[in-house]
């Protein structure tokens, strides 16, 4: 179980928009700490997307972005591709557990 | 380019020790906080360890006290001491440079991976 809870998947068509949710508590998103998303694809080592709740890496698109509210943070994926096939990961820091912690992950298919 | 090579991944058998490195190159390493993350077949990932310039260090509960991280500033290497290796300790080791300020830092970027199997 991780601390921070994602969809196990979604999936949408060419052109779409899709949004990956990922839901903390009081210790950690909603202590104020960053949420930053890291995209792996098949077989790859992850890759940061988004970072600082919003901000995105020079030579990421910007069909990606990223949101944050409360204890919640989203990752909106618009135009979607057949290359954004991956998994998701959201990630922040807890302070109860004294420990840097991911999302259980999101596999993204576009149908 | 900023490059991280991890080594030393394996198949050992359990309470067996095995220890990993991760040579860096193309930034100044000795200036980074230097993180381990690792990834179980088919699961998600998980922070395993951190240590800073000054080498404080940071483990998560799973490994404190069985795994020892390290770091090599004049041969820009990070490396990680893992002994009385469970099969829970099974994955894909990544290592990964630390950006942003502490508690709200994120992992940029990943190395390859190296594949460590704990299996009798």
């Known amino acids: 179980q991780s601390v921070l ?89 807890d302070d109860s557990l004294s420990a840097w912690v991911f999302g259980g992950g999101t596999k993204l298919t576009v149908l | 380019d900023v490059q991280l090579v991890e080594s030393g991944g394996g198949l050992v058998k359990p309470g067996e020790s095995l220890k990993l490195s991760c040579a860096a190159s193309g930034f100044f390493f000795t200036s980074y906080t230097m993180n381990w993350v690792r990834q179980a077949p088919g699961k998600g990932l998980e922070w395993v360890a951190s240590i800073t310039t000054g080498s404080n260090i940071f483990y998560a509960a799973s490994v404190r006290g069985r795994f020892t991280v390290s770091r090599d500033n004049a041969e820009s290497s990070l490396f990680l001491q893992m002994n009385s290796l469970r099969a829970e300790d099974t994955a894909v080791y990544y290592c990964a440079r630390d950006k942003g300020g502490l508690r709200y830092n994120w992992f940029d970027p990943w190395g390859q991976g190296t594949l460590v199997t704990v299996s009798s």
Not at chain 1, 46 to 67: A, E, Q, T
Request: glycine share 12%.
């Open chain 1, 5 to 93: 809870t994602q969809p196990p998947s979604v999936s949408g068509a060419p052109g779409q928009r899709v949004t990956i949710s990922c839901t903390g508590n009081s210790s950690n998103i909603g202590a104020g700490y960053d949420v930053h998303w890291y995209q792996q694809l098949p077989k790859t080592a992850p890759k940061v997307l988004i970072y600082g709740n919003i901000n995105r890496p020079s030579g990421v698109p910007d069909r990606f972005s990223g949101s944050k509210s409360g204890t919640s943070a989203s990752l909106a994926i618009t135009g979607l591709q057949v290359e954004d096939e991956a998994d998701y990961y959201c990630q922040s820091y």
